[in-house]
């Protein structure tokens, strides 16, 4: 298959609807190498991930593993909780993520005066210069603080300035996600990643496992504004070789 792996997934674990082993079978059977497991941060108020669940999923990811031969990492999709670029991630949990996704999301536990310089107004679709930069520089102090390894769905429920975060991103080696189901990043966008050499990466964001290994969203546009294939992580170069020759 032209995808190396799918590194943005969903189980039972937040809100998807097939458990560890349906997404790794699923991802087998597409020609998949590699897969993670990216339930939603821990402080999503409606379906976080528990964090005593993590050595039942690690137990999982393992069997997993065993029956398909897939490497499959347990990692999650970080919620921003305020604008200082604090997320729903702590230090401790880092020993156990192998993979840190980070988007914005809404009905995450925050404090008050966040509700209101950052929620509310995200979710009102106020797109004024200054909410793009109070956003932007979120992003960026997050950035400075985790060892993020995908920006997802950037643009989606909130505006960033993408000329400011893609330095940032080249230099700490994080990735943009091209989401495979919701891509909100203009092509305009997507091509000053390129030109400035910011890596990125085709993800399904399934919830369902029958989507898991499902990026022809994203590879339409890597196709149509030709994006040199050496700045998409997750192509499977082989694949690509061999095509070539
Ligand atoms: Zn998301
Ligand atoms: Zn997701």
Redesign the pocket.
Known sequence: MLLYGDY?T?TIYSHGVGDIIDNARIAKQKGLKQLAI?DHGFDHKLFGVDRNKIPEMKKKIEMAEKETGLDIFLGV?ANFKSLDGTIDVLQEDLQYLEILNL?FHRFVKTDLSNKFSLFYPNIMHIKTKSQIKKNTNMVLKALDKYPINTL?HLNYGFQVDINAIAPVALQRGTAIEINGKKNCLSDKEILILAEKGVKMILNS?AHIPEKVGEVNLSLNIVERLNLPHELIVNLDKNFLEKKRN
């Open positions: 943005h969903h990216t999709e988007g997802v964001d």
